[in-house]
């Protein structure tokens, strides 16, 4: 299944040139690897954001569940 979406003539250019840099024969395929990318620079910011922050586990920190 396909879709049509209107966009301007200069993201139209700006998408053919990123096109051509990554050698992909698609203007979905720039949009999927430019998504990938977004996600994948999240992650790395996000990832171990506590480090630092979290202290070991200990046995005080277990709830009783026989209470």
Do not use: H, P, Q, W
Not at 21 to 30: A, F, N, P, R
Not at 36 to 46: G, L, Q, Y
Not at 49 to 67: M, N, P
Request: net charge positive; glycine share 4%.
């Amino acid at each position: 299944m396909s879709t049509t979406i209107k966009i301007s003539k200069s993201l139209a250019l700006i998408l053919d040139e990123e096109k051509k840099k990554l050698g992909v024969k698609s203007y979905e395929d720039v949009i999927r690897f430019l998504l990938r990318e977004r996600r994948n620079k999240i992650i790395k910011e996000f990832f171990g954001i506590d480090k630092g922050k979290i202290t070991k586990f200990t046995e005080d920190d277990r709830l009783d569940s026989r209470i």
